[in-house]
């Protein structure tokens, strides 16, 4: 007996392919653990139930006919609520959305279904993503599954909270300033942020297009593996997707780990809760006993960092709700808004200032930062998981500064532009939390490879809600 | 000129065409300059030369694939 919640999408397609299991099965039985879910987090936006029967059904007959179809061919998946998809209006959600059903999709979303997935299901974000805790004053906040007093973690909340109950497999999400690896990290699963330009962002909503990523949240490693492998690569509707060959991620799954070398600045870890300290030297520990060698590791000056990638975010956030703001500013929820307004603020001097540094303090960050390793780890979030109560902040002063703490240890990496893989730290019947593993550019097969092994030791878990 | 920009006024004058309470304005004020010090420090030791387009090149050079 096959336990469809527990599986892999690179083993549910399998399952499909060899008749195992038909997408019609697999389809029903994430249906009904999406709508449990949801019960318990409110992850879904939309629930498109009939659609997804109908597209499953489609690829059985396909099947039954002898067609080969993708790498994904009937699997069904869902996806956080800001991508286009033909003849759909995405919510991003927010009040305000998009006036006109999209003509075409997203590209991420276009490469999934040529590759056979399916999408079952909308799913939760922060307004317009950006919000980093799951809070969203316009549908009502999202909920952990593990807590339902506690945060999600976003934007990409939805995705995050459905992969977590087994719902989905894996799932789309974005990151601007922490949007993927701060749900994986409060939900207990793992997030691929790959490089910036790795993956196209054509069709999806923009927030700033500067620091915008889209990645995956998934429970396996190899689902991150596979789900990159299909979205990534240059594409004509965005001139940032570069050209640089996408390697076989799956295939390099198994490449070794041993004697890659790793640090922690301990001088930037002690700025995080004494818990989360540990946390992160059990981590470690886990990555040494994979062979991994320890070395020395420092980001010279972090608060800069933090600061050039607000004056990169901030007014172009600004910029893009511009129209918006100015028409229909009482349809935002406080915190956005309060948020959007800041931009304006910031002199375009400024913005351009940290545009104009950002390629030289990245070349500076792998000379310095990178110089006698290949991995920095650092946590996700500050602190331990968070209460909703204590982030239900509205838009009132303390905007800048809670939120500033909830993405301390993930808004600067967004600057450099490097990739970065979450991982579940051991949650030891504990709330979860998480480590980020950063990478130099386009070295996500490394990535992956490291995640892979460090998922034997600690092995993917679910939040049952069935 | 960089100083109306650091101390928020001229960014503010785009501010102040929007419907934000003096009390919020402020806050937005006072975290654009907090970041506008930074951008001042980090301009000084800034090259003529340095580009937008220079994060893409050293992005695809150092790749590690």
Same mark, same amino acid.
């Given at each position: 007996m096959i336990d469809l919640a527990e599986l892999s999408a690179l083993r549910l397609a399998a399952a499909i392919r060899e008749g195992k299991v038909s997408s019609l099965e697999a389809t029903e039985a994430a249906l009904e653990r999406l709508r449990a879910a949801d019960a318990r987090t409110g992850c879904v936006i939309a629930l498109e139930a009939d659609e997804a029967r109908a597209a499953a059904k489609a690829a059985d007959a396909a099947r039954a006919k002898g067609e080969s179809g993708g790498a994904l061919a009937g699997v069904p998946l869902a996806h956080k609520d800001m991508f286009d998809r033909r003849g759909k209006v995405a919510s991003w959600g927010a009040k305000?959305?998009?006036?006109?059903?999209?003509?075409?999709?997203?590209?991420?979303?276009a490469r999934l279904k040529a590759a056979g997935a399916l999408q079952i299901a909308a799913l939760h974000l922060a307004e317009f993503a950006y919000g980093p805790t799951g809070h969203n004053y316009v549908l009502g906040h999202a909920r952990n599954p593990w807590d339902p007093s506690r945060i999600t973690g976003g934007s990409s909340s939805g995705t995050a909270a459905a992969v977590a109950c087994g719902a989905i497999a894996a799932g789309l999400g974005s990151d601007t300033g922490g949007s993927l690896r701060l749900p994986a990290a409060c939900c207990g699963i793992v997030s691929l942020k790959p490089t910036w330009g790795r993956v196209s962002r054509a069709g999806a909503m923009p927030l700033s297009p500067s620091l915008d990523t889209i990645?995956?949240?998934?429970? +396996?490693?190899?689902?991150?593996?596979?789900?990159?492998?299909?979205?990534?690569?240059?594409?004509?509707?965005?001139?940032?997707?570069?050209?640089?060959?996408?390697?076989?991620?799956?295939a390099r799954l198994d490449d070794p780990v041993s004697g890659v070398r790793f640090g922690i600045d301990e001088a930037l870890l002690?700025?995080?809760?004494?818990?989360?300290?540990?946390?992160?030297?059990?981590?470690?520990?886990?990555?040494? /006993?994979?062979?991994?060698?320890?070395?020395?590791?420092?980001?010279?000056?972090?608060?800069?960092?933090?600061?050039?990638?607000?004056?990169?975010?901030?007014?172009?956030?600004?910029?893009?709700?511009?129209?918006?703001? +100015?028409?229909? /500013?009482?349809?935002?929820?406080?915190?956005?808004?309060?948020?959007?307004?800041?931009? +304006?603020?910031?002199? /375009?001097?400024?913005?351009?200032?940290?545009?104009?540094?950002?390629?030289?303090?990245?070349?500076?960050?792998?000379?310095?930062?990178? %110089?006698?390793?290949?991995?920095?780890?650092?946590?996700?979030?500050?602190?331990?998981?968070? %209460?909703l109560a204590d982030l239900d902040i509205g838009g009132g002063a303390r905007v800048q500064s809670a939120m500033g703490r909830v993405v301390a240890y993930t808004r600067p990496i967004n600057y450099l532009?490097?990739?970065?893989?979450?991982?579940?730290?051991?949650?030891?019947?504990?709330?979860?939390?998480?480590?980020?593993?950063?990478?130099?550019?386009?070295?996500?097969a490394r990535l992956l490879a490291?995640? %892979?092994?460090?998922q034997r030791l600690v092995p993917p878990e679910i939040a049952h809600v069935l | 000129m960089a100083d109306a920009t650091h101390d928020?006024?001229?960014? !503010?004058?785009? !501010?102040?065409?929007?419907?934000?309470?003096?009390?919020?304005?402020?806050?937005?004020?006072?975290? !654009?300059a907090l970041l506008g010090k930074t951008a001042a420090r980090v301009a000084v030791g800034l090259p003529l030369t340095a580009d937008v387009d220079d994060f893409r090149r050293v992005l695809t050079r150092e790749a590690q694939p």
């Open positions: 305000i959305r998009a006036d006109r059903a999209a003509a075409e999709d997203a590209t991420a979303i990645g995956v949240l998934a429970r +396996h490693v190899e689902d991150l593996a596979l789900m990159l492998r299909l979205i990534a690569g240059p594409d004509a509707r965005d001139p940032a997707a570069v050209a640089l060959p996408v390697a076989d991620y799956v002690a700025d995080a809760h004494p818990g989360v300290q540990s946390k992160v030297e059990e981590a470690a520990g886990i990555l040494g /006993a994979l062979g991994m060698v320890r070395g020395p590791c420092r980001f010279a000056d972090w608060q800069t960092l933090d600061h050039l990638v607000q004056l990169v975010q901030l007014p172009e956030a600004s910029a893009a709700h511009a129209a918006f703001l +100015h028409t229909r /500013a009482d349809d935002y929820g406080p915190q956005v808004r309060a948020r959007v307004e800041v931009g +304006h603020c910031i002199g /375009a001097v400024d913005h351009l200032t940290a545009l104009r540094a950002r390629g030289g303090v990245l070349q500076r960050v792998l000379a310095e930062t990178f %110089r006698d390793i290949d991995i920095a780890v650092l946590p996700v979030l500050a602190d331990p998981l968070p %209460r532009g490097l990739p970065t893989l979450s991982l579940p730290v051991p949650r030891g019947g504990g709330l979860p939390n998480g480590v980020q593993l950063i990478a130099r550019p386009f070295a996500e490291i995640g %892979r092994a460090y | 928020g006024a001229t960014a !503010a004058d785009a !501010a102040a065409r929007l419907d934000v309470p003096p009390e919020r304005l402020a806050l937005a004020r006072q975290h !654009a």
